[in-house]
């Protein structure tokens, strides 16, 4: 799949994907199957489904790779309050909400409201996490 930011459109939502971001949760595929679809070309079809069902299940992703924009007037996603971190059995922490991730220097890199952290320390696209802790052994309760 290319690395580029992808963009899926109907006269009603605009849907990205961030290929990057992406962990693998399936979420999308499990939660609505008529409109993200890998075995498919194009894999995201928005104009499957209604605007509203496209956004709901869009705000699942938990790694923020799939975001969307209304364009017929339907509520933007807001940030979860409070902003909430759920660490993942072996794997990364998933966080919601409205989130600053900052350098080591403290510039802010990126303003999110879903994203899924490297907590193994593997990633190649730290702070992201990039499914290293599969491959590296990491245990974590
Ligand atoms: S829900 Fe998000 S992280 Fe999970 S497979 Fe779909 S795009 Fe990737």
């Not at 992703?61 to 902003?83: H, I, M, Q, T, W």
């Not at 593997?122 to 599969?134: E, I, L, M, V, Y």
Request: hydrophobic letters at 35%; glycine letters at 8%; a neutral charge.
């Amino acid at each position: 799949m290319p690395r580029k930011l992808q963009e899926y459109h109907t006269g009603d939502i605009s849907v990205t994907f961030e290929p990057a971001l992406c962990i693998h949760s399936a979420r999308c595929l499990s939660g609505l199957p008529e409109v993200f679809d890998v075995s498919a070309r194009p894999w995201v079809r928005p104009e499957a489904a209604d605007a509203d069902t496209v956004a709901e299940v869009v705000r699942r992703c938990p790694s923020g790779a799939l975001k969307y924009e209304r364009r017929d007037g339907g509520p933007a996603e807001v940030p979860d309050a409070p902003a909430a971190v759920s660490p993942q059995p072996d794997g990364p922490l998933w966080v919601r909400g409205d989130i600053a991730i900052q350098d080591a220097a403290g510039a802010e890199i990126r303003h999110v409201m879903r994203a899924a952290l490297c907590r193994c320390g593997g990633s190649a696209n730290a702070p992201f996490c990039d499914n290293t802790h599969r491959r590296n052994g990491f245990r974590a309760p």
